[in-house]
């Protein structure tokens, strides 16, 4: 009933830039918080950056300065602007949406994509 879609991904050299986004469509009634998660093999999925419905953020210590979340309210959509790019960075990123879908009311419930690859290496 709903679908998250990431694009963007792919290889870049340290110090590069990256552009990820991310739309939601399907069964939507309303999207409260999205946020960005990203993960390697073998270790639990951490948090890049958050963002609440009226544009507060939230960033992890290792990517503030270098990465901003944003999102499109009437487009259902969520991007995370990648600059600085370090070889740590490299990682499956996910996108995350907390939706409460029709019929209303319902309990918000989370979604997430299918994952991009984004790696950094020269």
């Known amino acids: 009933q709903v679908q998250l879609v990431e694009s963007g991904g792919g290889l870049v050299q340290p110090g590069g830039s990256l552009r990820l986004s991310c739309v939601a469509s399907g069964n939507i009634f309303s999207i409260n918080s999205m946020g960005w998660y990203r993960q390697t093999p073998g270790k639990e999925r951490e948090l ?5 419905r009226g544009g507060v953020t939230e960033y992890a210590d290792s990517v ?13 959509g969520l991007y995370l602007q ?25 309990p918000a419930n989370d979604y997430w994509g ?3 690859q984004v ?3 020269s």
Do not use: H
Not at 48 to 52: C, E, K, L, N, S
Not at 82 to 106: G, Q
């Open 48 to 52: 890049v950056a958050t963002i609440t």
């Open 82 to 106: 990648m600059n600085s790019l370090k070889p740590e960075d490299t990682d499956v990123y996910y996108c995350n949406a907390r939706i409460i879908i029709y019929p209303f009311p319902a």
């Open 64 to 76: 503030k300065g270098r990465f901003t979340i944003s999102r499109d309210n009437n487009k259902n």
């Open 114 to 116: 299918q994952g991009t």
């Open 119 to 121: 790696t950094v290496s």
